[in-house]
Each structure stands twice: as C-alpha cells, then as structure tokens.
C-alpha cells in the first residue's frame, strides 16, 4: 500500500513539474531588419500613412493583352478537378475575367474600409483599421486582429468585417477589427533578406497593434494566419486577451494523438470522438496519409523551390488564376474534384474570387507569398515554437470540410486553455470568406465567454 502511494505521488509530482515548466515557457524572438541594405541610423519612421488601392488604364491594358495570348490546353476526358484546374472551366473564368467583371467597381469595394501603411523593421505594413460606427453607451469596442493565410488576402474578410463592427444584434459586443497583409502579401512589401517566417509576422503584428495603441487585444486566424495568431499568443501571452482560430494542425504529435490514433476507432469515447470524428479519421492511412498527399503537391514546390514557378505565375494571369482558385475549389470541399466546374461558385462569387486574384496580380506578390512556405518549412518541423503550448484562452471553430480535421483532444494538445470547441454546420478552409455570418457567432461566442468571465474576476 506504502509503494502504490509513494509511486502515486511520485507520478503526479513528475506531470504537475512538467506541466508547470511547459507553463513557464515563453517564445523568444529578436527585431529584425527586413529592407533592403542595413538599417539606417537616423532610426525607423513610425508614420502611420493613408493608403488607397488604385488602377490605371496601363494596368488594364496589360492584364488583357496577357488574358488574350493565353494559350489553352484541354483537359482529358471526364477528369473534372482531379487533374486540377478544369481547362474548360478555366476558359468560361477567364472569358468573364475578361470580358465582365469590373475592376474598377471592385477597387472602390476594397476602399470602402479605411487604409494604411506603416514602416515596421524596415518594410511598409498595410492594414485595415476599421472602427465601429456606433459604442452603446458604458461600453467600448473589443480590439481584434485578424489574420489571412494563403492564397487569401485581407479580402477574405470583408463580409466578416461589418458583422463585428456594427452587429444587428444589440446584445452582441462591438469589435474594432485590425486586418494586416502578412509581409510578402497583397499591398505589404516583401522582405529583401531570407528567414521571414510566421515568428517574424507575429513580432512585427504585435509591434503594428501597439503602434496603434492597443495594450492588450483579441486575436483571430486561419491558414497562416492560424500559426501567426499562435506565435504572437506564444510571446506575449498577457498581451493577446484570447485566440480564436478555425485551423489548427497539430504541430508536433505527442502520446495522447498517437493512441487516439492507434485506439480511437475501437475506443471513441475513451478519446472524447464524436461520429464526425470516425468518419473524418479512419482509416488513418487513407483519411490523413493519402488524402495529404494529394492536396499537399504545392506545399512541397513552395517549401523548397517557390521562385522557380513563382516566375511563371507572375507572368500569366491566366496561370496564376488556375494556380489559385483550384486551391478555393478543393479546399471548400473534396467532393468538388469531381465537379466539371470545381463547384467555385456554389460557396463564391466569380467577382469575389477575381478581386482576391487582382490583389495578387497587380501587387506582384506571389512570388513573395509562396517564400513563406519555404521560411517556415525550410529548417525542418521542430522549431521551438512547436514545442511551446498555448496558454492563452482560446476557441477553436471546427468547420466540417476544413483541410485537415482536428478534433478536440487534439486542439488541446497545444492550446491548453481550450474555452469553446465549436462544430460548425457547414464550411470549409475559407470559412470566413465562405461563412461570414457562421465565423462572427463564433467569435461573438467566444469573446462574451472571455468578457463575462473577466468581469466577475473583477467583481
């Protein structure tokens, strides 16, 4: 009886160490300087910029000479999306690319919202600030950064903007929403030095969101976006007030997957899975090895190489189009590879889908976005921010045709303060551009939670 007590204790003194050491580990980083050159001695400008998104007759006649010299390749018989992007399709896209959809009425759309640039370790950050219209009296607006992956843009939240910012619902909290470009993304600039990665983003996000006054804020993403969020959550865990993310791959495999792995199939509840679970897991070599690899192609390309079919993309609007909207396609849902048309526009509009590629095509940057797959994937998969659990509150939106599925056991693996775990209706990787309303009851949900439960600390 003596022994088992004495192994007991010993046991639970060895977790309880390990759990508070993990407590205890905070990110490092260091400032960076990413323009070109050495950084000047006079020191950084701070100057907060306006910035509008603007055409020209010259960008128009340039994007239509290179739509017109195009040179099409059919696709093979009865191969709908599998080969990737259907040639057909692809000639229907750019015949409305070319012939209707309107720029110009799509820039305007894009400043609707306020603009700005701002110079953080040597290169220009964009952003959009967007205050609320309306506080209820006693109260102020919630500060939220929010932050896309790729191929997306700050473009993917534009119809999530207004729901947090002038909610119908009068019960519902006001946001002020902060939406940068990752650097190398839409209208941020690129960095000229190698080693930009997600760590880089997160440190140069934090320092944009203090320049704007925030102490402390909220914070969402998806895609990159996801692993920024995380990064910054990681190095200034009193700063960022609560994560929201509806992507979350699990970073470095610990026990506790590998058995729910091995044993979940025959042992669900012992796991905590829910039928969705099973059927978006097993079999395991099917669901999440080979399904992996047939999605994952480009990754591998932009890990290592992303230059060398980057300069193609930059070239042709028509190849980068392909290149792209393939990725809204199938990363909606799998089902729509076998779809003549990719099933594009039963969850978009062509408009909207156009204008996120007119963002990569006119600010040249593809090449750029690719790089950051090789930044964080080019000193292999055990970078110290993968060892380093969250502790930050977090909400986790489980959208049911997301790219990789995560359930709940693995979710709190690395975010050890997991508040809501909500499985969402319907939805997939683009979810705040696809589910706009979904995405904004989520975040509301889980806010209020954190709200709530600060007020009666206080109290």
Known sequence: MFTEVLLALVIGGLIYFLVQRSKNQ???TEDGWWGSGAPCDAGEDDTIRSFRVTTSDQELEDLYRRIDLTRPFPSLEDSQFNYGFNSQYLQKVVSYWRNEFDWRKQVDKLNLYPHFKTKIEGIDIHYLHVKPKKVPEGTSAVPLIMVHGWPGSFYEFYGLIPLL??????HDLVFEVVCPSIPGYGFSE???KKGFNSVCAARIFHKLMKRLGFQQYYAHGGDWGWLVTTNMAQLEPKTVKGL????APPS???LSMALSMMLGRHFPKLFGFTDFDIQRLFPCMEKLVV???KE???MHIQATKPDTVGRGLN???VGLAAYILEKFSTWTSHDFRNLDDGGLTRKFSLDDLLTNIMIYWTSGCIISSMRFYKENFGQGLDAPHAKIPVFVPTGFACFPNELMHTPKLWVKQKYRKLVTFTPMDRGGHFAAMEEPQLMAEDIQKFTKILCISYLQWIL
């Open 252 to 254: 470095k495999p610990g």
């Open 291 to 293: 399904e992996s690899i």
């Open 165 to 170: 910012t002038d909610p119908s619902n009068p």
């Open 26 to 28: 905070v990110l490092t």
């Open 315 to 317: 070239d042709s609007p």
């Open 296 to 298: 994952t192609g480009y």
């Open 244 to 247: 929201h993310l509806n992507f």
């Open 190 to 192: 690129a960095p000229n």
